[in-house]
Structure formats: C-alpha cells, structure tokens
C-alpha cells in the first residue's frame, strides 16, 4: 500500500505509487476511496456506439480543459470515446457517453465498471489494460477523446496517448490517482461538451451528502480512523485522500493522531507494535489483497480501544470497491449503503 512514516525520496514516492497502483489494477482494490453521485439521461445512441447524449450541441465546442501537461482542445463533439483513468469511465456513462474502449482497475468484468453502473452501455466496450494500456488497441478503436484523468500522470503515457487523439490527463497540479471526484466530474463533462451536466451532478452529490450529514448528526466533530491492512502492513490515509474525504463530507473529524503523522503520502504506515494510532471514535478498515480475517483475527488488531468498545468496521466488498472506484456514480451507491453502517458503528 505504500504507507510510510518518514518523509520519502522522490524516487520512493514513484515506487511506492507504482507498488499501490500495482495492487489495485491486479484487483485488489478493496481501497476505500471518494467519489460521488449519480446521473444519467436517456438519448440517442450515436452510430458509433460511443456518445450517447445528445444535449452536447456544436456550440459547446471547441472546448478545453485545463491540465497537468496544458490546455487541451477538443475542436468537436467526440463521438468515439476511450477512457483509461480510474474511474473515468462511470464518469462519462454519468454524462450520458457510452465509452467504446475503458480501463477495468478492480477488475469488475462484464463490461468493466461497478453494480452501480450496470445496464448503462448498450454495448460492452472494449476492455484495455490498467497501468500498461495497449496502445495499439486503443490506436484500433480510432478513439476521437481519450480520458486519463485519474492515471498515473506520467509524461511519457500522456505523449503517446496524445498522438492516438487529444487527451484529458491529470488536472493542473494534480498528481498520480488523487483526482478527486469533483475534478474528475468536471473535466469529464468538459470534454464532452456538457459541463451543465457536470455541474448539476456536483451539485446533486454535495446535496447528498448533505442531507446524510443532516440525518446523522451524531457524526458531526467525531474522529475517524480509515485504514487498510495489505501486504505491506496496516497504514492509515489521511485528509486530502478521497476515502477521508468521503468521512469528511459526512462530518467527521479525520484522527489527529494520524494527521500529525502526514508527509508528502495520502497514507502514513501504522506500524503492529503502534496499532492504537488506528483508535478512534470510528474505525473503518479494508483488505487490500488480504482476506479479512487477517485483520478481525489479529489480536493486536482487537485491542484497539475502539475496536474493543465495537466502534470499528470492515466494509463488505461490493461497499469497499464502490470507494475505492472513486466515480460520480459509485458514491451515491456509497452514501446509501455505508453510512448506515457507520451510523451503527458509531453508537
């Protein structure tokens, strides 16, 4: 997972992002990260089979989008669309644009995106490669848009990207796989000519989880501890990542302990001999590539205060991945199923 105490080099940053991009394109995300809400409209099916909506008219475009390697211009609405970063293809299906070729990062199967999204193509598109994308096959697809934008960042998978169609990559200063959902949203509906769209389902979202926030507000100034136990070792994310993010939305205070803890990482590493730093007045925790057992049978794990009191948490897997997707429309899947259970948790 890639969670450190110290202040890493640069180069271990690049490993250790390269390592957790790794574990989660080989499926197993079960990383609890953000996104948001949902919505779709219904329109004409495009012959191409990629855009679906009709409401992006002429006078959207050119657009442009602004992003870590420029300002990029789509000149016309883009009818065969190919969408590579996580996430970006529940996005465009929000958006009401059927993606002909997308990325599986979990991997979900089928037709590559979560149970949310289910029944939104009406063609199963084809399905390229994760941290390697096959360029050929994308070049195949004679792909009009190409969205990147919650990828790896990297320069080198951005040119050659570009040459095959222009390329929404990483926002302006963003970095590799922090996209948030709101960025994500917006680029999106950028892209495709349809920010109004992009806007009503920010909107939408915020307003969902505000009326979460209103039902619970026993949530409001509680601390929360999210966390994830793989291979590596427990670690637990801190503010500014989408998973923390999410908690925050709700009106939770993230643990101090672990803030005070933040370097330069979306995660700091918990070591088994200082598992109390996970202790919190809720802690969630997830498997990543471990089964669950691994944690709730861990008796350094069970000695956690909060664990102990029954104020701790590990996300069905169907929950976790809808997190860990990170998209406009697994969220509102999110908010529905798992702030029940941490209303449970929490009393």
């Not at 050929?136 to 792909?143: M, Q, S």
């Not at 990542?241 to 101090?256: E, Q, S, Y």
């Not at 007045?281 to 057992?293: E, Q, R």
């Amino acid at each position: 997972m890639g969670m450190n105490d110290s202040a890493p080099s640069a180069a271990s940053r690049r490993r250790r992002r390269a390592r957790t991009a790794a574990l989660l394109s080989a499926g197993v995300a079960t990383l609890l990260v953000t996104a948001t809400a949902c919505g779709s409209d219904d329109g004409d099916k495009d012959s191409g089979g990629g855009a679906k909506d009709s409401t992006a008219s002429s006078a959207a475009f050119p657009a442009k989008v602004a992003t870590k390697y420029g300002t990029i211009t789509i000149d016309k609405k883009p009818e065969r669309v190919v969408a590579l970063g996580w996430g970006d293809a529940e996005a465009a299906l929000a958006l009401g644009t059927q993606p002909v070729g997308a990325s599986d990062w979990l991997p979900f199967g089928g037709d590559g995106v979560g149970p949310w999204a289910k029944g939104m193509y009406d063609k199963k598109p084809e399905l390229i490669g994760t941290m390697e994308p096959e360029y050929e096959k994308i070049a195949a697809l004679k792909p009009d848009l190409i969205l990147d934008t919650k990828s790896s960042g990297d320069k080198t998978r951005y040119e050659t990207l570009s040459k095959i169609a222009p390329t929404v990559d990483v926002p302006k200063g963003g970095d590799a796989y922090l996209t948030s959902w709101k960025q994500q949203t917006l680029m999106v509906s950028q892209a495709l000519g349809v920010p109004e769209k992009g806007r009503k389902l920010i909107s939408d979202t915020n307003a969902k989880f505000a009326a979460a926030a209103k039902a619970h507000p026993e949530f409001k100034g509680k601390t929360i501890t999210v966390g994830a136990l793989s291979s590596e070792g427990y670690g637990a994310y801190v503010n500014g990542d989408g998973r923390v993010n999410f908690a925050t939305n709700l009106g939770f205070k993230n643990n101090p302990k672990v803030e005070a803890k933040k370097t330069d990482s979306f995660s700091v590493r918990v070591s088994k001999e200082n598992l109390d730093l996970l202790d919190a007045d809720l802690t969630v925790m997830a498997g990543i590539g471990v089964p669950d057992s691994k944690i709730t049978g861990d008796p350094l794990y069970k000695a956690v205060p909060s664990v102990k009191a029954g104020h701790s948490l590990i996300l069905d897997k169907t929950s976790s991945k809808a997190f860990a997707t990170g998209s406009v429309l697994s969220i509102q899947y999110a908010i529905d199923h798992v702030v029940p259970e941490f209303a449970k948790a929490v009393k």
